[in-house]
C-alpha cells in the first residue's frame, strides 16, 4: 500500500513503525569462543547482539550504475532498475534517481542511456570500477535534496538485472536499521554449464547472515561512504574492502538474500580474480576461490 514502510525479512520487524525501537542488528561471531551471549541463526554460525545506532529516516534513494563497453547488456539492467523504481514508486512517496557512469567506454553505451532522458550520465577514464562508483554517487549526491544521514545509495552492475522490489528491500532494511545493505547474486542460468551452475550453488550460501560481498548488490547510506572515504580506487574487491571497513568501524552491516539481483555468466573477464574467473573455474572443476566471500574455498 502506497506509504508504508516495506516488511523486512522475517528475522527483522520494523519495530520502528509501530512506535518501538528497532529489534538489535545480528553479527557474525567467527567462533563461539567469546563467551557472550550470540544468537544462534544457522547450525555453524554465531551472531553477536549488538544495539544499532538509532535509525535515521531515509528520505531519497540514488541508484549507481558504473559501465564499461556494456552496451549488449546495459539496456535489460536500465529495464530493470527503471521497474524497481516504478514499484518503489507506488509503494512510498520519496524520490530516486538513477546514474550511470561510463568508465573508459568505446561501445554506444552512451547513445543507450541518451534513450532513457531520466538517466544521469557522467563518464571517467578511470579504468577502475572503485573510481567509477566513486564518480557516479558523488554526483548523484551533489544533486540529492536531502543530506548524506537521510540518502540511500543502492549500488549494482550494467551487466546485471534487479528484481521489481529490489529498491523496497533496500530501503526496509535501512529504515530497520542497517547501515549497509549486502545483497545476493546469481548468475544468469543459461549462461553456465549444468555442472557449472551447480558447483556454483553448491559454493554459496544463499541465506539471511551470508558471506558474500557483491558491487551488484550493494547499498549504504550516503554518511557512511563520506565517513569512510568512498571505495578504494582499484579494479578488484572494492566492494568487499568497503565493507570490511565499515564492519570495522562498528556500522550496522545486514547481509540478506531478500532481494537476489541476476548478473551475468560470462566467462571472459577484464581484470584477474574477478567474478568471470571465478565461473571459469567452476566451469573447469578445479581448486576454485570465491572473490565475493570474505574468506571462502569451494
Not at 567469546?34 to 540514488?62: D, K, M, N
Not at 571459469?280 to 570474505?294: H, I, W, Y
Request: glycine share 8%; hydrophobic share 40%; charged share 20%.
Amino acid at each position: 500500500m502506497p506509504g508504508c514502510v516495506p516488511l523486512a525479512p522475517s528475522n527483522i520487524r520494523l519495530a520502528a513503525q509501530r512506535g518501538r525501537r528497532p529489534p538489535p542488528i545480528a553479527h557474525r561471531c567467527p567462533a563461539h569462543t567469546c563467551g557472550r551471549p550470540c544468537r544462534r541463526g544457522l547450525p555453524t554460525r554465531h551472531f553477536h547482539i549488538r544495539e544499532p545506532a538509532v535509525t535515521t529516516h531515509i528520505g531519497e534513494i540514488a541508484v549507481v550504475v558504473p559501465a564499461r563497453n556494456e552496451a549488449q547488456l546495459l539496456p535489460n539492467a536500465l529495464t530493470s532498475l527503471e521497474a524497481a523504481m516504478a514499484h518503489f514508486a507506488w509503494k512510498v512517496s520519496i524520490p530516486t534517481s538513477l546514474t550511470v557512469v561510463l568508465d573508459r567506454t568505446s561501445d554506444n553505451s552512451a547513445q543507450i542511456v541518451a534513450h532513457h532522458p531520466k538517466v544521469l550520465l557522467r563518464h571517467t577514464s578511470a579504468g577502475r570500477v572503485g573510481a567509477a562508483r566513486n564518480v557516479g554517487i558523488t554526483a548523484a549526491m551533489s544533486l540529492a535534496k536531502v543530506p548524506p544521514a537521510h540518502l540511500w545509495i543502492a549500488n549494482t552492475d550494467a551487466d546485471s538485472m534487479v528484481p521489481a522490489d529490489w529498491l523496497w528491500r533496500h530501503y526496509g532494511l535501512a529504515m530497520a536499521g542497517a547501515h549497509v545493505v549486502a545483497g545476493t547474486v546469481e548468475p544468469v542460468h543459461v549462461d553456465l554449464s549444468s555442472a557449472a551452475l551447480a558447483r556454483w550453488f553448491a559454493c554459496h550460501d544463499l541465506s539471511e547472515g551470508h558471506p558474500h560481498i557483491h558491487g551488484a548488490n550493494l547499498g549504504f547510506r550516503a554518511e557512511v561512504f563520506t565517513k569512510l572515504g568512498g571505495f578504494s580506487d582499484q579494479s578488484l574487491h572494492e566492494d568487499r574492502d568497503f565493507v570490511a571497513k565499515a564492519r570495522t568501524q562498528g556500522y550496522a552491516v545486514m547481509a540478506t538474500d531478500s532481494c537476489r539481483v541476476t548478473t551475468s555468466g560470462r566467462r571472459h573477464s577484464r581484470v584477474d580474480g574477478g567474478f568471470a574467473d571465478f565461473l571459469n573455474q567452476l566451469d573447469n572443476g578445479g581448486e576454485r576461490t570465491d572473490p565475493s566471500a570474505t574468506s571462502s574455498h569451494c
